[in-house]
């Protein structure tokens, strides 16, 4: 099982940049892009919560969990 990041999906129906979202986590725009693509293994869950906090959505909105071969 692999675990999709859909961040990029929740900006867009936020009409929010990225750049807003770093300034209004206090993580760097570079950390919000690693998010985006899935290229981290990890992410706290005080940062998941404030990303939470400023989008109005539940960590279920940004997580998706896929079999192994779908995506």
């Known amino acids: ?40 293994k990890g992410i706290r869950f005080e940062t998941l919560a404030r990303i939470c906090d400023v989008l109005e959505c539940q960590p279920g909105d940004l997580l998706e969990a896929l079999p192994d071969g779908e995506m």
Do not use: F, H, P
């Open 1 to 40: 099982m692999q675990i999709v990041v859909r961040l990029d999906v929740m900006l867009a129906r936020r009409k929010m940049r990225s750049r807003e979202l770093s300034e209004r986590v206090g993580i760097t725009e570079q950390n919000i892009s690693l998010l985006k693509s899935g290229k981290v």
